[in-house]
């Protein structure tokens, strides 16, 4: 069988090296904090004007979600640069089945 404690790599920018296992659920973890903003901005973007904003002034709102935008927008690029680091990781890394070796992506 294949080695499952294969790293994913270090990233281009110079992150961390992770267990692929590690990666996958830091993906999931992810995937689950960015539904979560993405939740959180469709609930307060949508006050109406006669509504008493629940983030003080409406400027405050306002800066409340641009906050939420861009952490929406950061979680969503580390998930792709992991996405990215598992996928090179499982094209190079090559396993042994059954005495033919093959890429662990294939397998």
């Known amino acids: 069988m294949g ?3 294969r790293t994913t790599g270090k ?3 110079g ?3 992770l267990k692929l296992i590690e990666g996958m659920k830091k993906v999931q973890d992810l995937s689950k904090k960015a539904d979560d903003l993405k939740q959180k901005i469709a609930k307060y973007c949508v006050d109406l004007d006669f509504e008493t904003p629940t983030y003080g002034t409406p400027e405050q709102q306002r800066e409340q979600i ?3 935008l861009q952490a929406h927008h950061d979680i969503i690029k580390k998930i792709e ?3 990215m680091s598992i ?3 499982n094209l190079l890394t090559l396993v042994t089945i059954e005495n ?3 890429e662990l992506m294939d397998w």
């Open 3 to 5: 080695d499952t404690k």
């Open 11 to 13: 990233s281009p920018k």
């Open 15 to 17: 992150g961390s090296i």
């Open 66 to 68: 641009k906050e939420w």
């Open 81 to 83: 640069e992991l996405r």
């Open 87 to 89: 996928f090179r990781t």
């Open 100 to 102: 033919a070796i093959t």
